[in-house]
């Protein structure tokens, strides 16, 4: 067929391999040629509302006018210019925006491209930083189940899974521990007891573990185990690339906690979901640690499109528009609507266990929690879902919501009641493996 004549889907089968699909099964990829809001359109016009933010990125709908009026004055002006030595206007003004909203105790902005990059800065700033004060550390504590992006550093202190299985002799040893709780607290704390000596730092994704499961804990159990790891000698790594930005119902999740990290990573909503863009920020100690007359002290980590002005001018429109009364008022009300709509499906013969933080709301089916990835007891739901136009994208056995915050209630309330008549329909059979 002659390529004119073939559609986008046709054309991107011939050429793009696409993440986290398995290719035998795939089929052809939907394609999408516009957005508005929280809406996408499909190259048949048919529309989507896209209810997991496109893979938890946009904030605040598709094609902002206001963000894009803003790229685009970027563009006119300078579209690129080399971090090294040089800098620009829309970083310096994003760094000082940022660091008005994030904890007090963070003082410098390291950029890089994404989420994944975000954390492999953070894991070379901490081991530098040992051994730059003459007390190198080799061991990082991350919980199981967690997810951290899929660099080698990154894969190496996220959960094992079959995500990682090819890769496991070639990643470094992690200290892994289960997630918090009132009753193996102890446990857990006499077990780093054991090794703290060797762990460097303590990486975490607080609150929610999303690639993991969309698993909640209680951030009380998180504080004592954070204050617990910083009493042993351990840099704090928060990973809010998933959870920040609103998602938690404050602007990070950092503002439920009592003690703050020594190192956040950030990505994800930071530009809106306008393009990549990904941020390490760090305390003044660790960035003390780095200013010395050894040249081999420095820390050599850098992106050929670190602090890209497009990217951060981007970000300043989207921390412009989350600041606003307007937004935090959004984010309010979808807090409000899931927890309706949680009361109402936990009942649900189908639904094992519901849980939600801020607007993140997550739910598992059948009848024994288990929450794996590579379970498929959603793809039904998805493939149904996606004909009644609602982009939900499941984790194994578990569905979720996340959507952009200008998703309206009409809108919610018609994912909410697709859910239920999905979940209910007889030609949706949902059994345990």
Not at 249 to 266: N, Q, S, V, Y
Not at 319 to 329: D, V
Not at 358 to 385: E, H, T, W
């Amino acid at each position: 067929m002659h390529i004119q004549n073939q559609t986008w889907g046709q054309r991107d089968s011939a050429v793009n391999w696409h993440p986290f699909t398995p290719l035998k099964t795939a089929g052809e990829a939907i394609a999408i040629v516009r957005g508005e809001g929280a809406y996408l359109y499909d190259e048949n016009g048919k529309r989507y509302i896209d209810a997991i933010a496109s893979w938890w990125v946009n904030l605040h709908g598709h094609a902002h006018p206001y963000i894009a009026e803003q790229v685009s004055d970027q563009l006119r002006t300078l579209e690129h210019v080399i971090f090294a030595g040089f800098t620009h206007p829309s970083a310096v003004a994003l760094s000082e925006a940022l660091l008005e909203v994030l904890p007090g105790n963070q003082s410098k902005v390291f950029y890089s491209d994404n989420g994944s990059t975000a954390i492999e800065v953070a894991l070379k700033m901490s081991f530098q930083y040992a051994y730059n004060r003459d007390q190198p550390k080799s061991t990082v504590l991350a919980f199981r189940h967690g997810y951290h992006g899929d660099t080698f550093g990154a894969m190496a202190v996220s959960g094992r899974s079959g995500w990682t299985e090819p890769f496991a002799d070639l990643l470094f040893d992690v200290i892994h521990i289960d997630l918090p709780t009132e009753a193996n607290l102890p446990e857990i704390q006499a077990f780093i007891d054991h090794h703290a000596d060797q762990i460097a730092c303590f990486v975490y994704e607080p609150l929610v573990q999303g690639a993991g499961g969309m698993r909640m804990y209680e951030a009380a159990h998180l504080d004592t185990l954070l204050r617990y790891c910083r009493s042993k000698g351990m840099l704090l790594v928060q990973d809010e690339i998933f959870v920040g930005f609103g998602r938690t119902g404050r602007m990070f999740a950092a503002d439920h906690l009592t003690e703050k990290p020594d190192i956040m990573c950030l990505s994800k909503g930071l530009t809106g979901g306008t393009m990549p863009l990904g941020v390490t920020t760090c305390t003044a100690d660790i960035h003390e640690a780095f200013r010395t007359d050894n040249v081999y002290g420095t820390l050599f980590h850098g992106h050929s499109f670190t602090a890209n002005p497009l990217a951060c001018r981007a970000a300043l429109a989207s921390l412009h528009l989350l600041k606003s009364a307007e937004t935090q008022a959004a984010i309010a009300r979808i807090a409000h609507q899931h927890a309706q709509f949680r009361a109402r499906v936990a009942t649900h013969a189908i639904i094992h266990s519901v849980r939600q933080c801020g607007v993140i709301l997550a739910m598992n089916l059948g009848d024994d929690g288990a929450d794996s990835y590579f379970r498929n007891q959603c793809k039904p739901v998805f493939g149904a879902l996606l004909q009644k136009g609602i982009l939900l994208r499941p984790l194994g056995n578990v569905l979720y919501l996340v959507p952009p915050y200008c998703i309206s209630d009409a809108d919610l309330q018609y994912c909410y009641d697709s859910i239920i008549e999905v979940l209910t329909e007889s030609v949706i059979e949902i059994s345990i493996e």
